[in-house]
């Protein structure tokens, strides 16, 4: 149970494209997606965290309308870099959240990632 | 806010031995401590989670161990087998008006036949 299918897995494509990735949760609903970025060797960045029907928040240094996140179903959210640049080349990685219940968090469950060239 | 510190950041240990990696965090209010494995070029996957009212939790060959006093907990692998070998990153989570996870740095781990 509990898998993240995280579309596409690799995207190469040239400056100036807008880039969509998708993100769905399989076999459970998903009250709060995130969305990370990961450099080589390094821990996951937080980007944004949305819940199902509301706006992203967004972390700090993070541009919004350079990285728009939808978040329309309690199965399905979105990233789309916009006019993607080389330095948006990256490894993206979405996670999904069921609803937390009282005193306990629930935990995070990863998608594959997606590695985003930048030509 | 919360912090989350990994260590070693590399642990390099002989087919069959245990590793250990240990995190310390800053919060006392955290209360949930997953652990995730990332193999490379793929996402992390949870591997085992302990909360704060639970001292210790086992899963076959690994172990989570929690010291909510010295704000420490663990991950233990006994019997390590190659495809051990992975990314390790433990997390805290803590209530903000919603939960928000910290992540370590990350333990790269080599297990070698």
């Known amino acids: 149970g509990a898998v993240v299918s995280q579309h596409p897995s690799w995207v190469i494509c040239k400056s100036g494209t807008s880039v969509k990735i998708e993100c769905r949760s399989l076999d459970f609903q998903a009250t709060t997606m995130f969305w990370y970025r990961q450099f080589p060797k390094q821990s996951l960045m937080l980007m944004a965290t949305?819940?199902?029907?509301?706006?992203?928040?967004?972390e700090q240094g993070v541009e919004k309308d350079k990285f728009l996140i939808n978040h329309a179903s309690l199965t399905l959210s979105t990233l789309t870099v916009t006019s993607a640049h080389p330095e948006d080349s990256s490894f993206y990685i979405c996670?999904?959240?069921?609803?937390?219940?009282?005193?306990?968090?629930?935990?995070?469950?990863f998608g594959d990632g997606t590695r985003l060239s930048i030509l | 806010g919360e912090n989350v510190e990994q260590h070693p950041s590399t642990l390099s240990v002989q087919e069959g031995d245990s590793a250990v990696i240990k995190c310390t965090y800053s919060d006392s209010a955290s209360n949930y401590f997953p652990w995730y494995k990332q193999e490379l070029g793929k996402g992390p996957q949870l591997i085992i989670d302990?909360?704060?009212?639970?001292g210790e939790k086992k899963d076959q060959r690994i172990a989570v161990t929690l010291n909510k006093t010295a704000k420490h907990f663990s991950l233990h692998i006994t019997e390590t087998q190659p495809e051990d070998s992975a990314v390790y990153f433990c997390?805290?989570?803590?209530?903000?008006?919603?939960?928000?996870?910290?992540f370590g740095a990350g333990t790269r781990l080599f297990v070698k036949a």
């Open positions: 949305s819940n199902e029907g509301s706006k992203a928040t967004y």
């Open positions: 302990i909360r704060s009212n639970v």
């Open positions: 996670s999904a959240r069921e609803e937390d219940r009282g005193e306990w968090s629930q935990p995070q469950h």
């Open positions: 997390a805290a989570s803590i209530y903000t008006g919603g939960f928000k996870t910290i």
